[in-house]
């Protein structure tokens, strides 16, 4: 059962560069989310889906962005990598409709922006 | 806006000692209320939850009560034990939209000693 897979685990950037961190869900979910977890502050939203096609941002969406083309992968593009943008971030997608229930979380990706 | 606070940790307790993780909330509505553990390495999962005023949430020992009066949902565990190190997660989902939306307190650390 794979779940919510992210990839890679671990980037090191350099400021100015650009990547795209990959989630895949295999559990038909409608609803995907990215977060990020900083030290001692939780974890904040960035950017969220409710079905293809449909994305919308979260609490803290500068300097990101995403696209949802299938219902399976939700990626997470960032341009002009700063050092403000290191964090583990994650990747969780949860059933429709899904106030009441489980969201599944990936691993994780550890990014260092320097 | 909705939000989650959490006591500050980290908190360090020794193997078999009762632990109490405070959580309390701001929202509007009935919101769900859940518990997420993170283990080290690991993304966040689904530890305990309640979905409405005075369900009792529990797994593997762990317990929390929705309280509507106080705005609260503690986590409590009787006798912890050395795999139980991990941080967790207070969080909401909230009653109105319909987006399914997760909102994390902090996290607090656990360390418990043989």
């Known amino acids: 059962n794979a779940g919510v897979t992210q990839t890679p685990k671990f980037r090191i950037l350099k400021i100015g560069q650009s990547m795209t961190l990959q989630c895949t869900q295999d559990?038909?979910?409608?609803?995907m989310y990215w977060y990020r977890q900083d030290p001692g502050m939780g974890l904040k939203l960035i950017y969220y889906?409710?079905?293809?096609?449909?994305?919308d941002k979260g609490e803290v969406p500068n300097g990101y962005n995403v696209s949802r083309s299938t219902t399976e992968d939700f990626p997470l593009r960032l341009e002009l990598a700063a050092p403000s943008q290191t964090s583990v971030y994650f990747c969780?997608?949860?059933?429709?409709?899904?106030?009441?229930?489980?969201?599944?979380f990936g691993q994780g990706t550890r990014l260092t922006v320097v | 806006g909705d939000s989650v606070t959490q006591m500050e940790g980290p908190v360090t307790l020794s193997e078999e000692a009762f632990l109490t993780i405070n959580c309390t909330y701001t929202?509007?509505?009935?919101?769900?209320l859940f518990w997420y553990v993170q283990y080290p390495g690991e993304g966040l999962q689904l530890l305990l939850k309640?979905?409405?005023?005075?369900d009792k949430g529990s797994n593997k020992g762990f317990e929390a009560t929705y309280r509507k009066e106080t705005t609260s949902f503690h986590l409590e565990k009787g006798s912890v034990q050395v795999s139980d190190s991990a941080v967790y997660f207070c969080?909401?989902?909230?009653?109105?939209?319909?987006?399914?939306?997760?909102?994390f307190g902090q996290g607090t650390t656990l360390q418990v000693k043989p």
């Open positions: 969780a997608s949860r059933v429709k409709g899904g106030g009441q229930t489980e969201a599944f």
């Open positions: 559990m038909n979910h409608n609803y």
């Open positions: 889906s409710v079905g293809a096609g449909i994305t």
């Open positions: 929202a509007t509505g009935y919101p769900s």
């Open positions: 309640a979905t409405k005023a005075d």
């Open positions: 969080a909401l989902s909230a009653s109105s939209g319909n987006t399914g939306k997760l909102i």
